[in-house]
């Protein structure tokens, strides 16, 4: 026994400083369980048959046994003031199984994403919810002729420096995919429609979008172009489009293959992202794009042994304070489970963690760093059937904090976008099954951390936790100096198929991709 008590400051602090300070953690173990230095606690279980039911959870352990740490990647579940909500259920009307990117807070406050299918014409919304949980569609795909505005987005919108939400449907316009603008009022403009001309060189089946400090939008297609395996292009606001490259271009598709996501821009001003496909061994890259369109692959996954760096990446990466970029593989790793793993933008790429398929495997998003400078995330499902929440350190200790279905019903189902922090402190996400009528949910999440901002009289919020240049002046003001600082992005300048348009082709995925089962 290494502590005298159970100091919240040890708690609170990594295994890195508590080695060089001559301590330890205190851990305790039972069956495939364990938590850090707060001893377990009864919570209650409070139902709502309303929207905000919430879930806090505990374990009892008898008589633990200490467990001495190592430096490495111990894998452990929390116990501690963590409460999980389900905020709204989807009822296919407003939407139903919203899939990939994450959730965006506007400037109004309300949280913002889309469904792949539902809506009033079953192919796919984009809807608001409130932070107390009060879900509307505001628009519905497929209601123009022809979905000539698209059809199933493949991702969620991102708030533009305008206070316009921005995004793609994979589908509809001229049956390859969209690109539109939509304001928090429901006013939609498509701004492109993809594959105008024989030969779809501009790509099709967009999957996601961003935009970069110099206030133009890129984004990542899944298919076409020149050598047919996807695409990146940029386009402003206005609906200028511009291709910037063409996936496949080299022999053996060396430079990668079929994005399922859109880049991020790092704090340097170029873009990086992955691809499912291609590269060295053909199971995915990681590559990196200037603005003026130089592209460059960094990284080649399964270039280990037995892939144990990896295979077939999904999400978008995201970069934290440090300047590196982190992101998961869907598989490989060394339980084959899929990973997390941190890459600087010269390519030196680090596996921090292997899912073992037991408690959560198989992510598709990366995780987000949040105030307190961890790692949050969420895998998509287990060799046990449910998916989970957890947590990274700085100093690498990995953590499952919660795990969904673990309620009767499934009521929280499974997630498949990335967590997104907001300006109440807590987490946000989505779930495409799962619910009250298994057409997915709007969660939120709470490590206990503490408020971003704080709301002035007219109750604005900021979309990401940071500076918007669309923001209205004196509706927001931090929290603290430390916590401005501290959330300053590095780049912020900020059941049925659709039934009017057919199907088109899903992306291609490899058989050994492991996706939760409807």
Known sequence: RCLSDWSSDVCSSDLRRLLQGGQCLRIFWYPGYAFPCAP????????????????????????????????????????????????????????????????????????????????????????????????????????????????????????????????????????????????????????????????????????????ASNGVFYGATNGYGADNEGTLFEISSAGKFKSLYSFCSESNCADGAQPLSGPVQANNGNLYGTTNYGGAQNYGTVYELTPTGQFKTLYSFCSLANCADGSYPFGALSQAADGKLYGTTNTGGANGAGTVFEITTTGELMTLYSFDGTVGGYPISAPVQASDGNLYGVTSANDLGGATIYE???????????????????????????????????????????????????????????PLVETG???????????????????????????????????????????????????AQSPSTHLPER
């Open 457 to 507: 009289a007219h109750r604005g919020q900021d979309g990401q936790a940071r500076h918007h240049p669309g923001q209205r002046p004196n509706r927001l003001r931090p929290a603290s100096r430390s916590t401005a600082q501290r959330q300053h992005s590095p780049w912020s300048r900020t059941q049925k198929s659709p039934r009017r348009f057919p199907r088109a082709r899903p992306p």
């Open 392 to 450: 990274i350190t700085s100093a690498g200790v990995f953590s499952t904090l919660d795990s969904f279905c673990s309620t009767s019903n499934c009521i929280a189902g499974s997630p498949l976008d990335r967590l997104a922090q907001v300006t109440n402190g807590e987490f946000i996400g989505t779930t495409y099954s799962g619910g009250k009528a298994n057409y997915g949910t709007i969660y939120s999440f709470s490590t206990g951390l503490g």
């Open 40 to 211: 377990p606690q009864k919570a209650p279980v409070i139902d709502s048959s309303n929207h905000g039911e919430t879930e806090m959870k505990s374990i009892r352990f008898p008589l633990p046994l200490l467990v001495a740490l190592a430096i490495s990647f111990i894998p452990i579940t929390r116990v501690g003031a963590q409460t999980f909500t389900t905020l709204a259920n989807f009822n296919y009307n407003d939407g139903s199984e919203p899939r990939y990117g994450s959730l965006v807070q506007a400037t109004d406050g309300n949280y913002y994403g889309t469904t792949n299918y539902g809506g009033k014409n079953g192919s796919g919304a984009i809807f608001k919810v409130t932070p107390t949980g009060r879900l509307t569609a505001i628009y519905s795909f497929c209601s123009q002729a022809n979905c000539a505005d698209g059809a199933s987005p493949w991702s969620a919108p991102v708030l533009g420096s305008d206070g316009n939400l921005y995004g793609t449907a994979y589908v509809g316009g001229s049956e390859f995919g969209a690109i539109f603008k939509i304001n928090l009022r429901g006013v939609f403009t498509k701004l492109y429609t993809f594959c105008p001309s024989l030969g779809c060189t501009d790509g099709a089946f967009p999957v996601g979008l961003m935009q």
